[in-house]
Nanobody, 113 residues
Framework: QVQLVESGGGLVQPGGSLRLSCAASGIIFSAKAMGWYRQAPGKGREFVAYIATGDTTNYADSVRGRFTISRDNAKNTVYLQMNSLKLEDTGVYYC???????WGQGTQVTVSS
């Protein structure tokens, strides 16, 4: 049974930082490209970042230079380091196995003063 469990969300002030984690089970994690997506209130889910099996990364323009995606294959975990957070980064963040419909339950990130 494949499972993705996100954690690390919370309330942070503008300019602050958070690190999200997504722990995977039931897959050969090192063989999977992984992605982070988010959904703001009243909006659709949007791409944030992804990391390939060879550690190639890609980012949405809105987060490039502020967010960093990384992975630890020994821990079956993908991370999203978020710095210089803005109000518009607020939303539920989900991880995903690229190319599949497998999603975690999401973790809430709220950026507010």
């Amino acid at each position: 049974q494949v499972q993705l469990v996100e954690s690390g969300g919370g309330l942070v002030q503008p300019g602050g930082s958070l690190r999200l984690s997504c722990a995977a089970s039931g897959i050969i994690f090192s063989a999977k490209a992984m992605g982070w997506y988010r959904q703001a209130p009243g909006k659709g889910r949007e791409f944030v970042a992804y990391i390939a099996t060879g550690d190639t990364t890609n980012y949405a323009d809105s987060v490039r230079g502020r967010f960093t995606i990384s992975r630890d294959n020994a821990k079956n975990t993908v991370y999203l380091q978020m710095n210089s957070l803005k109000l518009e980064d607020t939303g539920v963040y989900y991880c995903n196995i690229r190319g599949t419909s497998i999603w975690g339950q999401g973790t809430q990130v709220t950026v507010s003063s």
